[in-house]
């Protein structure tokens, strides 16, 4: 199933998309979804954000290329942090660049969404509480960054957290293709059989540490090539047999 968030000229709501159409989802996507019997054209829909998670936790350094590329080593156990909930926007929505950085990084994603509350998942069951997965772009102020010498500046302002188009609930997410074109130049071209710390691995470890809710999301990391944008431009990042999740970068 297609699982999105939209807005149509009644209000919001869960939807499943089926081809052309979008059916409406009562209440919530977990479980079993009870459907409205209300359908749209998906042309006369918005897509929003996918899910609004209660917390984003995302994976550093997880494509060996990708700590190379900065001079790091290769975290022997997953090295996480959070991003807020209100750094999440949806497709098309806008990057706002804030005026205290020189330099805003795009960084696409495979994110994990979680289908129901879950603690000390091991790593064998990790599948079974997965709701699915979506692109994401883990938006980074890397001067402040690296000025800092943590991330939760760097990485949790507004807006610097897309997610969607949708999620896909039905596909092995195992080894796709990732690609981030910036203005329609590919700078990133990976898979995600190259993460270091596997998704089943990663859903233990995570849960391990913290319960996870339904909705919450999981960012396992990006692949080498990532890079600055700029007022004006448009970051597009394509998963294998999910979609394309496109942002414009704008001034604040």
């Given amino acids: 199933m297609r699982l999105a968030r939209i807005a149509h000229a009644g209000g919001v709501a869960f939807a499943s998309i089926e081809g052309d159409e979008v059916l409406e989802i009562a209440e919530h996507p977990f479980g079993n979804p009870n459907f409205t ?17 209660s917390k984003v936790i995302a994976v550093g350094r ?32 806008a990057i706002k660049l804030p005026a205290e950085s020189e330099r805003v990084d795009f960084e696409g994603e495979l994110a994990i969404v979680i289908g129901q509350p879950v603690k000390n998942v091991p790593a064998a069951r990790a599948a079974s509480v997965i709701l699915g997965y979506t692109i994401a772009n883990d938006v980074s102020a890397r001067d402040l960054q690296k000025a800092d010498g943590q991330w939760g500046r760097a990485k949790g302002y507004d807006t610097f957290c897309p997610l969607g188009p949708w999620i896909e609930t ?16 590919v700078k990133q ?32 990391g990006t692949p080498e090539g990532v890079g600055p944008m700029t007022d004006g431009q448009s970051v597009s990042i394509t998963i294998e047999g999910i979609g394309t999740l496109t942002n414009p970068a704008q001034k604040a």
């Fill in 62 to 93: 997880n494509y060996a290329a990708h700590a190379a590329e900065f001079g790091n080593e290769v975290p022997a156990s997953p090295m996480t942090f959070l991003k807020p909930s209100t750094s999440v926007i949806g497709p098309n929505a």
């Fill in 170 to 185: 039905s596909i092995d997410a195992s080894d796709l293709a990732l690609r981030t074109e910036l203005n329609g130049e």
């Fill in 189 to 220: 071209n990976s898979r995600t059989s190259l993460l270091i710390h596997k998704i089943p691995e990663l859903v233990e470890f995570v849960s391990g540490v913290m319960t996870l809710l339904p909705g919450d999301v999981i960012l396992t």
């Fill in 37 to 53: 019997g209300k359908r749209w054209p998906l042309a006369d829909v918005r897509l929003l954000a996918p899910i609004l998670p």
